[in-house]
């Protein structure tokens, strides 16, 4: 169920585009939400930069 903050339906189409394209090349997908990057996301300049959520409890990929 999706949200005005989080709409579940471009989630699931993005994820899609992101799986059929890792498919294609042969490539693995991942996709993240932005929103558990937090808010030193806009400033990082590389993964290790932002500080995830603590609420949603992600890794970043390095």
Do not use: Q
């Not at 030193?40 to 932002?50: C, G, I, V």
């Amino acid at each position: 169920m999706g949200n005005l903050i989080r709409p579940s339906k471009t989630k699931a189409f993005i994820s899609h585009i992101v799986a059929e394209v890792a498919s294609s090349t042969g490539a693995a997908s991942t996709v993240f939400d932005i929103e558990v990057l937090g808010r030193s996301f806009p400033l990082a300049r590389y993964a290790t930069s932002a500080n995830p959520s603590p609420s949603a409890g992600a890794r970043l990929p390095c």
